[in-house]
């Protein structure tokens, strides 16, 4: 199992937009070689941002490495830099592989 997360800086009140913009995006995953769960995780917010996650549990690291190198990312990524009012700096990726 690999589990691949981002992490998100949001800027307060820009929350439900950012949530929306997850709930409408065509990613795909589903339909994807190894894809096995997703979650948006809504954590903290202090003065500067409101903290979230995305939260992928592939199959396998491979499987994940795979579907970045897909058209079916390029479609699910083509928007990213279009809200970059929402965004304090680019996400922070964190891979991790089950050990346990």
């Known amino acids: 199992m690999y589990v691949a997360m981002?992490?998100?800086r949001i800027v307060p009140g820009k929350e439900q937009e950012f949530i929306d913009v997850w709930k409408n995006r065509d990613s795909q995953l589903k339909e994807t070689p190894g894809f096995r769960e997703f979650k948006l995780l809504q954590g903290g917010t202090n003065k500067e941002f409101t903290l979230f996650a995305s939260h992928?549990?592939?199959?396998?690291?491979e499987h994940f490495n795979t579907w970045t190198k897909s058209e079916a990312f390029r479609r699910a990524h083509a928007n990213?830099?279009?809200r970059k009012e929402m965004y304090l700096g680019p996400p922070q990726f964190e891979g991790f592989k089950a050990v346990l």
């Open 6 to 8: 981002n992490r998100f």
């Open 56 to 61: 992928v549990i592939w199959e396998s690291e």
């Open 80 to 82: 990213a830099g279009s």
